[in-house]
Structure formats: C-alpha cells, structure tokens
C-alpha cells in the first residue's frame, strides 16, 4: 500500500492515497509512518494527489464532509416552502404577521455560521518537519498550480512554521508580495502570516512584515474597511478570520518584538478614528501592550500602573525570563504565620480556661472568638499588598527552597 503512493499510474496511486487517508480517520492505520508516507504525495506532478494530502494535513476533508452531512440532516423548510404555506390559506393580519416572523427566522439561521474546528494531529507526527516545510517552500515558489492551490500551500506552510517553531525565513518576504488590499483572498493571506509567526523568529524579518501590513492597510488614505483589514485581518461584512483577531495584534503577540515603539505609537493614535471597527482595533493593540510593556506606549495609554504592569518587560531576542523562586509563594508563608498565631491564642485562651472550669458542669461549652476563614485571608492580602516587591521576591525564594 505504501509503495502504491509512487506508482507511475495516477489512478493506482490516487487510490492509494484515498485508501491510507481513510484507515487514518478510522484509527486503524494513525501512526506516524502513515503520515510520513502521505507526506511523499504533497510533492506530487498529478494536482488531485497534491490537493488530496494537502486536505488531509489542514484537516479540510474531514471538515468538509462532516459540514455537508449536517447539512444534509439539518435541512428545513426554504424561504419559497414558507411563502407558499402562508399564501395558500386564508389571507389575514395574524398570517402575515406569522410569515414575517418565521422569514426573520430563517435568515436568521442561514446567517448563523459553525467555527472552524482543525484537525493538528497529523502535523504533529511528522518525522522532520524543517526539511519538508523547506521542501514544500520550494515547491510553491516554482508551482504553475491554481492560485487556489498556491492558497493551501502557504497555509500547510505557516502552520508547520507555527507549530514546530521553525526558521524558514524566505516564506516571510514571499508572503509579503500578496499583502495588497487588492489581492485575491488577502484575508487569508492575512491569516497565513500571523501563523507563521512565533518567539524565534529574528526581529528584524517580521519587523518588515508588521511594516508591510501597516503601511500598504492602515493608513488615512484607504478606507475604513481596508484599515479594518490590516488591523483586524477581514473585512466587517465577512467573517474568513476567525474569532476576527486583529492581524498586528496576534502578530505581537506571537513574537512581542515584532512591532517597533514608532509604530506602536502611531497605531495607537487610531483609537479616537470615525470608523468603529478602527477604533476597536486599536484600543485592541493598546490592551495587549497594557499587559506585555506598557512603557512602549504613550504615557496616556498605560493607564493605571499595577504591580504585574510595572514588572513587564519585553525580553531582548533569544533571552529567557528564569525566576529561581515561584511567583506567589509568599502567600504561603503569610499563611503559615497566621495560622501559627492563631493555634497558639487558642491553646492559651482557650484550653487553659477549659481546664480551670472542668469541675463547673453549669458553665456548660466555652465559646472561643477567632476570625473566620474570609477574614484571615482578607488580613493576608492586605498584609501582601503592603509588603514590598524585593521582600516579596526574598519571601518566596525562602518558601521555594
């Protein structure tokens, strides 16, 4: 079965691949030298055998399938079984009335759209996914394929290079080509381009894409659906980006050196602009640099300072925040403190007034006050609160150890 994949005849090995495909969805063939065998057929001549293991690796054949049999199980009345049903009887108010609402209905629910769900187990089983990335690369960059095929291409690509964190750097430069508010599926593209970004990436590379995405999107000369593209990454009447995360800020996100403070600073200023969807955007990307390093923004946007605000720092390029201590553990010696002097009031008060009155059998149980369980710990936090930030640190590094 694995040697038919090579066979010199399309339909045998096509076969072949529908066939392994198949055993893996049903668990019956899901190891890992299934995948690495299916991987073989992304670098095939015959278009149906490269569309097929591309499916099978963005998990889009098992999407596909499962939409269409919802579809087919979940199939109601149309808008014309509807118009016919309430024309045919007695014209009245009340009908009309009853048509309207079930129309609302319907295009209520044809507007309702189910989120995409990927299927990433695949990705994960391949044996060297730096080689094939590099190998499918340069595939794309001499491919005479559809435009469509290109498309699932670079999406296999940058979700490798998410995934695995790998260094392919050409991809970033060719992606940049399609970045155009003109081009075809640029939404996509869009997508593409935050996957593939990740922490090891140098500065520098994505840097140019980040520029790319602001100067060619977010700029006054383009509309406020184009602007929202840049930033949002789709464009408000549709929904191709999911959970519609903003495009910069994922980027930032995935590798927080990505955008420089100039420019950070001038994306900012779009957070009084007309449009709303701009608006959002950029209040969206102050938020996330709130929490990331807020001295990159203006003194303005960093609203209040706290004490998890004031600790952020962006790490320089290849640098590892290591803390020989676990953050928090001071609460825990506050706690053991607290705990102490409250055994130790209850052995004194309370037992040694116990033992006094135990011939008294009037006196009856003897009420002992402490604080309740929310107290104390109000009484803690307040204590931690006040401590400060080094004898925090030396505090937890002594609970640690």
Known sequence: ???????????????????????????????AKTVNVITTACFSKVTKILVGALKFFLGKDIDEKNDSDLDSEDEGPTMRDLTVKFSTGKKSSKNKKKLEKALKVLKKHKKKK????????????IHDPQGFAEKLFKELEGSKERFEVKIMMMDLISRLIGIHELFLFNFYPFIQRFLQPHQREVTKILLYAAQAAHQLVPPEIVQTLVMTIANNFVTDRNSGEVMTVGFVGHYP????????????KEVSARCPLAITEDLLQDLSQYKTHKDKNVMMSARCLIQLFRTMNPQMLLKKDRGKPTEASMEARIQEYGALDSKDYIPGAEVLEEEREENAAYFQHLSLDGWESASIDEDDDDEGWIDVHHSSDEEQQKEVMEKMKSMPTEECKVKAAIVSA
């Open 1 to 31: 079965m694995y040697t038919m994949l090579r066979d010199s005849n399309p339909i045998a090995a096509k076969m072949s691949l529908d066939v392994m495909i198949e055993l893996y969805k049903r668990n019956i063939w899901n190891d």
């Open 114 to 125: 189910k989120a995409e769900v990927f299927n990433f187990s695949a990705i994960h089983l």
């Open 237 to 248: 009447k549709e929904d191709l980006f999911p959970n519609r995360i903003n495009t910069i």
